[in-house]
């Protein structure tokens, strides 16, 4: 699954203004008539449903709008750059590790949800010479040809985003359709016809448009689950799923089976649907990067509220070294440990409602169900306890689940 990538963003710088003058037949010194460059294209990204991973921008590397056109004779206005949408899943994170002067300049200003006004940006003007031809007619103006502008006026490649210390969180897509302009377009300059007044009425100068935004980003993909589950390599979370959902995860007897986040749909009688999402066990030290966890806590950050699954394995229930108290403190210590590694990652983790439930109950005697109950009724902690593969215990567990959500 792919739920990270690295893009090149960049929008279209306008098109310039034209200089050029009216000339037809009877009306040799006709006066300006250069119109105004087109806006260049803006990227903009869409969240969508369509979409549940990053993998369609596999092998894409960049993604560059159109500039605006430049500005043509008769007063034209050249075309605008067309503008590109990217559809991204719902859950999008966006960050940003470089951009041009133009990017930093709108998002010191505004958050990435306003766009930059034509009035907010410096439009520079450029002047052509006065026609050259000895005859100096000004119909023969050189100026009309577009391979006599000068070439200083054409963008120059060099506006390489600058990369930033410290990567930038621009926003997040959460919601379907929703919309930001990632990049936004130049503005056309605009045409000698802009500049004719009284006391200029041969205007030899018209503006060049201003630059696009570039960016550097980096997309990331939360799941945009309500309930997440958490547990020990083989706690059995993604039996849990295939039991509850229609999804079909991998199960097996070893540890780390997931090493990548499932998501199945759970339909309530009411008809709601709610979005489970099992991500791969949790170890010591996760939060440190020990382990698969680490990599898909971020999958959870998003959850409304966390089931912790507990266990015992079949070798520690059988184990006749051990009392009923001891393994009850063994799953204690679980949960505590799980909790460890959420609040390593991020405290706000711990602050999401949450169930604690224990699976594998068909392993268990009635007596040592009991000791794990009254060892969390300790600390003020109802216990559910479940059957992945009987299935008992199921039904209550779901209801308190959506009773959180
Ligand atoms: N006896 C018993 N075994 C179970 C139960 N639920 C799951 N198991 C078994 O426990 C093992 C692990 O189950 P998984 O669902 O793969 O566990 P997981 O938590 O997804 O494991 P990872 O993906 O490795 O983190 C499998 O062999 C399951 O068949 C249960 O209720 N009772
Ligand atoms: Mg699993």
Known sequence: MIDLVTLMIEAGNGGRGRVSFRREKYVPKGGPDGGHGGNGGSVILMGTRHYNTLQHFAGIKKVAAMAGESGRARKQTGADGQDIILEVPLG?????????????????????????????????????????????????????????????????????PEPLSNKVKLTEILKEGQRVVICQGGFGGKGNIAFKSSINTTPMQAEIGTPGEQKAITLELKLLADIGLVGYPNAGKSTLLSKITRANPKTADYPFTTIEPNLGVLTLPAGKDLVVADIPGLIEGASQGKGLGHDF??????????????????????????????????????????????????????????????????????????????????????????????GEGLSKLIKKATYLV
Request: charge should be negative.
């Open 92 to 160: 999008t994170v966006v960050w940003l590790t470089a951009e041009n002067e133009i990017s930093a300049k709108r998002r010191l200003k505004y958050s990435i949800e306003h766009t930059l006004t034509r009035s907010e940006v410096v439009q520079q003007t450029y002047s052509v010479q006065k026609w050259t031809d000895p005859s100096n007619k000004p119909t023969d103006v050189m100026i009309q040809s577009e391979s006599n502008q000068p070439e200083l006026i054409s963008w120059p490649d060099s506006i390489i």
């Open 297 to 390: 806590l971020r999958h959870i950050e998003n959850c409304q509220i966390l089931i912790f699954i507990l266990f015992l394995e079949e070798s520690v229930v059988s184990d006749a070294n051990l009392t009923d108290q001891q393994k009850a403190e063994l799953v204690c210590q679980q949960y505590q440990q799980l909790q460890k590694e959420l609040k390593e990652y991020q405290v706000e983790m711990l602050k999401k409602p949450f169930l604690v439930s224990l699976n594998k109950i068909d392993l268990y005697s009635v007596e040592l169900v009991k000791a794990i109950k009254k060892q969390f009724a300790k600390n003020k902690i109802d216990i559910y306890p479940f059957s992945g593969f009987t």
